[in-house]
């Protein structure tokens, strides 16, 4: 059984360019989240999405960010205009039920905007 | 809000000796407890959980007990090996959301 999978493991962008970060949930599960992790911090809950829903995204910036997850296919995070505070590592999670439950994470990528 | 307050780092300890991380919460529920492990360049793994007061978690020599009178989940092993070197992050459900630590990053020396 295959864990959670992330890709690309690393993107360098140019500051103005796009950022797609994707993620497959491990088989099973709905439900997946999204966690940024600058440097020397922790990691910080950005949003939570299950099939075609955005449950909560409380945590994601009102501008630039966008998250999706839909029907077929992998739950993508989705940074436009990047910006050099944008460099962080983007880690997905999903689990089988609600948030109370046991989160799988990918190994993530590792953003770093020039 | 809620959140969870984790030792700060980094810690380093000579192999065998006695390891404890401090974990300290806040919350207006009735959270479940964990405690992950990050290794370099990986993601997150799950080390052990508590879903209620008194509960203890346990995994690979490490334990931690969920204590509802003191707000804490703190991490304990009794001999560290050099492969427990990683950093280590408390959190807690509520919610939605899960609220992460800081992390603690362990180095332990042979």
């Known amino acids: 059984n295959a864990g959670v999978m992330q890709n690309p493991r690393h993107l360098v962008r140019r500051r103005g360019q796009e950022a797609r970060l994707r993620c497959s949930p491990m088989k099973g599960h709905s439900h997946v989240y999204w966690y940024r992790q600058l440097p020397e911090e922790g990691l910080k809950f950005m949003v939570y999405?299950?099939?075609?829903?955005?449950?909560?995204e409380s945590g994601m910036p009102k501008e630039r960010f966008s998250a999706e997850f839909p029907k077929e296919g992998p739950s993508i995070l989705r940074i436009q205009q990047v910006v050099r505070g944008d460099s962080a590592a983007y880690f997905c999670?999903?689990?089988?039920?609600?948030?109370?439950?046991?989160?799988?994470f990918g190994p993530g990528t590792r953003l770093t905007v020039l | 809000g809620d959140s969870v307050t984790q030792m700060e780092g980094p810690v380093t300890l000579s192999e065998e000796a006695f390891l404890t991380i401090n974990c300290t919460y806040t919350?207006?529920?009735?959270?479940?407890l964990f405690w992950y492990v990050q290794y370099p360049g990986e993601g997150l793994q799950l080390l052990l959980k508590a879903t209620k007061a008194d509960d203890k978690g346990s995994n690979k020599g490490f334990e931690a007990t969920y204590r509802k009178e003191t707000t804490s989940f703190h991490l304990e092993k009794g001999s560290v090996q050099v492969s427990d070197s990683a950093v280590y992050f408390c959190?807690?459900?509520?919610?939605?959301?899960?609220?992460f630590g800081t992390g603690t990053s362990l180095t332990v020396i042979p």
């Open positions: 999405l299950q099939k075609e829903n955005i449950i909560d």
């Open positions: 999670a999903s689990s089988r039920s609600g948030a109370n439950n046991e989160q799988f």
């Open positions: 919350a207006t529920g009735y959270p479940s």
């Open positions: 959190a807690l459900t509520a919610g939605n959301q899960f609220y």
